[in-house]
Protein backbone atom coordinates (compact mmCIF):
# COMPACT_ATOMS: atom_id res chain seq x y z
CA UNK A 1 0.00 0.00 0.00
CA UNK A 2 1.60 3.16 -0.84
CA UNK A 3 1.79 5.90 1.95
CA UNK A 4 2.40 9.64 0.91
CA UNK A 5 3.51 12.35 3.40
CA UNK A 6 3.52 16.28 2.61
CA UNK A 7 6.18 18.65 4.35
CA UNK A 8 7.25 21.92 3.44
CA UNK A 9 4.23 23.97 3.91
CA UNK A 10 4.11 26.94 6.72
CA UNK A 11 3.48 30.76 6.88
CA UNK A 12 5.13 32.99 3.79
CA UNK A 13 4.59 36.18 2.88
CA UNK A 14 2.90 37.23 -0.80
CA UNK A 15 5.74 36.93 -3.52
CA UNK A 16 7.55 34.34 -1.39
CA UNK A 17 8.54 30.96 -2.16
CA UNK A 18 8.06 27.35 -0.48
CA UNK A 19 8.93 23.94 -1.74
CA UNK A 20 6.19 21.42 -1.00
CA UNK A 21 7.72 17.63 -0.86
CA UNK A 22 5.61 14.47 -1.08
CA UNK A 23 7.61 11.42 0.41
CA UNK A 24 6.50 7.81 -0.69
CA UNK A 25 6.63 4.67 0.53
CA UNK A 26 5.78 1.49 0.93
CA UNK A 27 5.26 0.64 -3.01
CA UNK A 28 7.40 2.04 -6.11
CA UNK A 29 6.38 5.36 -6.18
CA UNK A 30 7.78 4.98 -10.13
CA UNK A 31 4.36 3.59 -10.85
CA UNK A 32 2.59 6.04 -9.91
CA UNK A 33 1.54 9.52 -11.65
CA UNK A 34 1.65 12.52 -8.30
CA UNK A 35 -1.14 15.21 -7.84
CA UNK A 36 -1.00 17.98 -6.33
CA UNK A 37 -4.61 19.77 -4.77
CA UNK A 38 -5.21 21.89 -2.01
CA UNK A 39 -8.64 23.09 -0.29
CA UNK A 40 -9.29 26.75 1.35
CA UNK A 41 -11.50 26.93 4.15
CA UNK A 42 -15.46 26.57 3.22
CA UNK A 43 -14.38 26.42 -0.48
CA UNK A 44 -13.84 23.04 -2.24
CA UNK A 45 -10.63 21.21 -3.20
CA UNK A 46 -9.17 22.30 -6.82
CA UNK A 47 -6.43 20.54 -8.26
CA UNK A 48 -2.93 22.29 -8.70
CA UNK A 49 -0.89 20.22 -11.19
CA UNK A 50 0.29 16.80 -11.54
CA UNK A 51 3.49 14.54 -12.97
CA UNK A 52 3.58 11.83 -14.50
CA UNK A 53 5.17 8.42 -13.55
CA UNK A 54 8.24 9.17 -15.47
CA UNK A 55 8.50 12.68 -15.08
CA UNK A 56 8.24 13.35 -18.48
CA UNK A 57 4.86 14.74 -18.48
CA UNK A 58 3.01 17.13 -16.02
CA UNK A 59 0.21 19.61 -15.86
CA UNK A 60 -0.65 22.95 -14.03
CA UNK A 61 -3.61 24.73 -13.20
CA UNK A 62 -4.51 27.72 -15.20
CA UNK A 63 -4.17 29.69 -11.69
CA UNK A 64 -0.53 28.69 -11.08
CA UNK A 65 0.72 28.25 -14.25
CA UNK A 66 4.02 29.81 -14.87
CA UNK A 67 4.51 30.33 -11.03
CA UNK A 68 4.78 26.74 -9.77
CA UNK A 69 6.65 24.00 -11.13
CA UNK A 70 6.36 20.04 -10.34
CA UNK A 71 9.37 17.63 -10.48
CA UNK A 72 9.69 14.38 -9.22
CA UNK A 73 12.72 11.84 -8.24
CA UNK A 74 12.07 8.40 -8.18
CA UNK A 75 15.33 7.23 -6.82
CA UNK A 76 14.38 9.40 -3.43
CA UNK A 77 10.83 8.45 -3.88
CA UNK A 78 9.82 12.25 -3.34
CA UNK A 79 7.74 14.74 -5.72
CA UNK A 80 8.65 18.32 -4.90
CA UNK A 81 6.57 21.28 -5.62
CA UNK A 82 7.91 24.69 -5.95
CA UNK A 83 5.90 27.59 -5.35
CA UNK A 84 6.95 30.64 -6.25
CA UNK A 85 5.40 34.36 -6.39
CA UNK A 86 2.74 33.33 -3.85
CA UNK A 87 -0.67 34.94 -3.62
CA UNK A 88 -3.09 34.88 -0.84
CA UNK A 89 -5.63 33.46 -2.62
CA UNK A 90 -2.82 30.39 -2.97
CA UNK A 91 -3.26 30.16 1.03
CA UNK A 92 -5.31 26.22 1.92
CA UNK A 93 -3.92 23.01 2.65
CA UNK A 94 -2.29 21.14 0.14
CA UNK A 95 -2.35 17.51 -0.31
CA UNK A 96 -0.48 14.61 -2.90
CA UNK A 97 -2.25 11.99 -4.22
CA UNK A 98 -0.90 8.86 -6.43
CA UNK A 99 -2.68 7.10 -9.05
CA UNK A 100 -0.86 3.87 -10.69
CA UNK A 101 -0.62 4.90 -14.39
CA UNK A 102 2.83 4.76 -16.75
CA UNK A 103 1.81 7.47 -18.68
CA UNK A 104 0.42 11.02 -18.85
CA UNK A 105 -1.02 12.57 -15.55
CA UNK A 106 -4.18 13.98 -14.94
CA UNK A 107 -5.93 16.84 -12.93
CA UNK A 108 -9.20 14.95 -12.01
CA UNK A 109 -9.15 14.30 -7.86
CA UNK A 110 -11.51 11.83 -8.52
CA UNK A 111 -9.13 9.08 -10.19
CA UNK A 112 -6.22 9.18 -7.46
CA UNK A 113 -6.21 6.40 -5.15
CA UNK A 114 -4.01 7.13 -2.25
CA UNK A 115 -3.50 10.89 -0.52
CA UNK A 116 -1.52 12.21 1.70
CA UNK A 117 -2.46 13.71 5.51
CA UNK A 118 -2.58 17.46 3.73
CA UNK A 119 0.17 20.16 4.91
CA UNK A 120 -0.74 24.06 5.41
CA UNK A 121 -0.03 26.42 3.25
CA UNK A 122 -0.78 30.63 4.27
CA UNK A 123 0.01 33.60 2.34
CA UNK A 124 -1.08 36.65 3.93
CA UNK A 125 1.31 40.11 5.02
Known amino acids: QLQLVESGGGYVQPGGSLTLSCAASGDTVGHFAIGWFRQAPGKEREEVSC????????EFAESVEGRFTISRDNGKKTVYLVMNNLKPEDTGVYYCAAQRRWTLCELTADIYEHWGQGNQVTVSS
Open 51 to 58: ISASGANS
